[in-house]
């Protein structure tokens, strides 16, 4: 009777039953590696599809920015609308009083804030955006 492969193994070097191990389980780690790679195509897809339906559907002055300078979630905003050449403008609620003031009438907790087409979005919400900007007079 033939022994299974594992059984004749033991005397064998580490290195070798590794490689013995790896060589049974690559069409696994090959489907594996494959599904997270096409995982990942679709959400640059999406993304990249989601920033071209902002792009298609902003008009200068539709997203405002209510900004402070040390806040890490304002740059990140910042860098992800300049990257998807979206049309924004912003202001520092340290340096600017009508943006100050603009902020407290908002009664927002924290920044960045954005106005857009007049509705309030707390923090960076991409999707919340992308609802607001293509949902036409509805917004």
């Keep these: 009777m033939h022994e299974p492969a594992s059984e004749s193994l033991p005397a064998l070097s580490v290195k070798t039953r590794f490689l013995a191990k790896l060589r049974e389980y690559a069409p696994l780690l090959v489907i594996v590696l494959l599904v997270l790679g096409g995982s990942q195509a679709a959400r640059d897809w999406q993304a990249r599809a989601q920033a071209e339906k902002l792009r298609a559907s902003v008009q200068p002055g539709d997203i405002v920015m209510l900004s ?3 806040c890490v979630f304002c740059r990140r905003a910042r860098t992800w609308l300049d990257a998807e050449r979206i049309s924004y403008s912003e202001c520092f609620i340290e340096t600017n009083a009508a943006c ?25 919400d991409k999707q919340r955006m992308v609802e607001l900007l293509t949902a036409g007079a509805k917004a």
Excluded: E, H, K, N
């Design 100 to 124: 100050a003031d603009l902020y407290r009438a908002q009664m927002s907790p924290g920044t960045p804030t954005f106005l857009v087409r007049g509705q309030r979005i707390v923090g960076f």
């Design 68 to 70: 402070s300078t040390d």
